[in-house]
């Protein structure tokens, strides 16, 4: 898109690069922070609840802010950890 350099935070793909029309009727590249994809279960691939998207949260948050505190927390969820919990008692 552009061919002119810009500054070197901005030449990685860690921001989206998005085309917008400006009011003049020009159209500017702007660099948007990316979304963070949304966790999924590991087992069912149902979205995970207690996870969140905000990225500022993922990178300088508290660990107990990130994923519940359960056993598999953030990777798997609820209905599967009680399914796999039952299958390990009963084969026990
Ligand atoms: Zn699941």
Redesign the pocket.
């Known amino acids: 898109m552009g061919s002119t350099m810009v500054r070197p935070g901005l030449r990685s793909h860690a921001k989206k690069r998005v085309a917008r029309k400006l009011p003049g009727g020009g159209t500017k590249v702007f660099y948007i922070r990316r979304k963070h994809y949304k966790a999924r279960?590991?087992?069912?691939?149902?979205l995970l609840g207690g996870i969140p998207v905000d990225p500022d949260i993922i990178r300088r948050g508290a660990k107990t802010l990130k994923r519940p505190e359960r056993p598999y927390g953030g990777v798997?969820?609820?209905?599967?950890?009680a399914r796999a919990y039952r299958i390990a008692i009963r084969s026990g």
């Open positions: 279960c590991a087992i069912c691939g149902r798997i969820c609820p209905d599967c950890l």
